[in-house]
T-cell receptor
Framework: SAVISQKPSRDICQRGTSLTIQCQVD?????MFWYRQQPGQSLTLIAT?????????ESGFVIDKFPISRPNLTFSTLTVSNMSPEDSSIYLC?????????????FGPGTRLTVL | AQSVTQLGSHVSVSEGALVLLRCNYS??????LFWYVQYPNQGLQLLLK??????LVKGINGFEAEFKKSETSFHLTKPSAHMSDAAEYFC???????????FGKGTRLSVIA
């Protein structure tokens, strides 16, 4: 399995500011994924981050709004830029780790963001 | 492409009763299927996964799920509900390694004493 930590665990931010969320994994992984979970909703993929290349964004998400860094195989950051109240969500990173029998995606504890 | 449909956004059962949470999937390749649980104000915890081995998969906390290819289903069951099972349950699918998961909309399970 993989142990994933995220910082900060929660934050309250003002409209128009930016927040950078950190994701640290206890082992080297190829891909890291960033998801958003809006209040009362399911998880939606924001982007896939591969070390050494640009992140791949899903429809509806753009690099200017959600820039991602992936400097090495155990770390990634997601920035939520120029925030508005609509960005209030839980942001989760996940990685795929090869278990005994198959590949499994594990999730960090999430960053709960509130934008005022 | 993959997709997941969870039937029932909210399921309510009595303590000790059978829990059945429904999940149907669509996948253009042999799927990997997962059930995750999210307790209030917490992250996602893996309950169980299907990996193309045994079709009946046993997970943590007494949960199990059966992969039925003919029905494209992966329903989650537990013989006897406990109060601590109250949470949000998500079914998810992926198609191959290092691809993101596609989640269903989730089912909120309530357990009544």
């Amino acid at each position: 399995s993989a142990v994933i930590s995220q910082k900060p665990s929660r934050d309250i931010c003002q409209r128009g500011t930016s927040l950078t969320i950190q994701c640290q994994v206890d082992s080297q992984v190829t891909m890291m994924f960033w998801y958003r979970q809006q209040p009362g909703q399911s998880l939606t993929l924001i982007a896939t981050a591969n070390q050494g290349s640009e992140a791949t964004y899903e429809s509806g998400f753009v690099i200017d709004k959600f820039p991602i860094s992936r400097p090495n195989l155990t770390f990634s950051t997601l920035t939520v830029s120029n925030m508005s109240p609509e960005d209030s969500s839980i942001y989760l990173c996940s990685v795929e780790s090869r278990d005994r029998f198959a590949d499994t995606q594990y999730f960090g504890p999430g960053t709960r963001l509130t934008v005022l | 492409a993959q997709s997941v449909t969870q039937l029932g956004s909210h399921v309510s059962v009595s303590e000790g009763a059978l829990v059945l949470l429904r999940c149907n999937y669509s996948s253009s390749v042999p799927p990997y299927l997962f059930w995750y649980v999210q307790y209030p104000n917490q992250g996602l915890q893996l309950l169980l996964k299907y990996t193309s081995a045994a079709t009946l998969v046993k997970g943590i906390n007494g949960f199990e799920a059966e992969f039925k290819k003919s029905e494209t289903s992966f329903h989650l069951t537990k013989p006897s509900a406990h109060m601590s099972d109250a949470a949000e349950y998500f079914c998810a699918v992926s198609g191959r390694r290092n691809t993101p998961l596609v989640f269903g909309k989730g089912t909120r399970l309530s357990v009544i004493a």
